[in-house]
């Protein structure tokens, strides 16, 4: 299957900083990515769509200011946090859209465990 | 509002069970239906279902989809402790706006296998 990658797979950051994680698709083109996060057993929850050449779309709830994403080309969308909070610590989870040849699917990224001390 | 039901939410089997996990869904515009697999990382993709009545299989793991009756069943033969796992039904199933390609999931079933 096609493979998603993010980077980094972990990070701890002091309160205040901001923190910057990629994500790309590695062997196929993606115009559109979503960023999740998850807490401890609860389901995924999808913060923003992230589309190639234009603005992310976000959820209901989530800042936009705080939470900034970039899709600047086909295969790589980054979301930053910025002034992290100990609140923000989270499992950040991209995923990536496949939709060539009359498919839709979607990869996800192995995420990345974010502790904001 | 596009929704996918997921049952059972949990089930607990030995290993060598054959488990059946269930999905429906009701939606207001269909592209295809995806099955997951979540352990203690990010969901891992499995399946993959646009087309009614066709079976797809990988290993011990197969999947078919009904359009009529909009749902999609998920098998599992020859159970093993390492399919413990959250399998999580989900579709892109709005297509249009702002909302494109974005995944709506079912609740997720906690399959538990134990020796």
């Known amino acids: 299957g096609a493979v998603v990658s993010q980077h980094p797979s972990r990070v701890i950051c002091k309160s205040g900083t901001s923190v910057k994680i990629e994500c790309r698709s590695l062997?196929?083109?993606?115009?559109?990515m979503f960023w999740y996060r998850q807490f401890p057993k609860q389901s995924l929850m999808l913060m923003a769509t992230?589309?190639?050449?234009?603005?992310?779309?976000?959820e209901q709830g989530v800042e936009k200011d705080k939470f900034l994403i970039n899709h600047a080309s086909l295969t790589l969308s980054t979301l930053t946090v910025t002034s992290a909070h100990p609140e923000d610590s989270s499992f950040y989870i991209c995923?990536?859209?496949?939709?060539?040849?009359?498919?839709?699917?979607?990869?996800f990224g192995p995420g990345t465990r974010l502790t904001v001390l | 509002e596009d929704k996918v039901v997921q049952s059972p939410l949990s089930l607990v089997v030995h290993e060598g069970d054959t488990v059946t996990l269930n999905c429906s869904y009701e939606v207001t515009n269909f592209r295809s239906l995806l099955w997951y697999k979540q352990e203690k990382k990010a969901p891992t993709f499995l399946f993959m279902l646009?087309?009614?009545?066709i079976e797809k299989k990988s290993g011990r793991l197969s999947s078919i989809l009904d359009k009529k009756e909009l749902f999609s069943i998920l098998n599992i033969t020859a159970t093993q402790t390492g399919d413990s796992a959250v399998y999580l039904c989900a579709g892109p199933f709005n297509a249009g706006g702002t909302s494109y390609g974005k995944l709506t999931f079912g609740q997720g079933t906690i399959l538990t296998v134990h020796p």
């Open positions: 995923s990536a859209r496949d939709a060539a040849g009359g498919t839709d699917t979607q990869y």
């Open positions: 062997d196929f083109q993606a115009t559109t």
């Open positions: 992230s589309n190639e050449g234009s603005k992310a779309t976000y």
């Open positions: 646009t087309s009614s009545g």
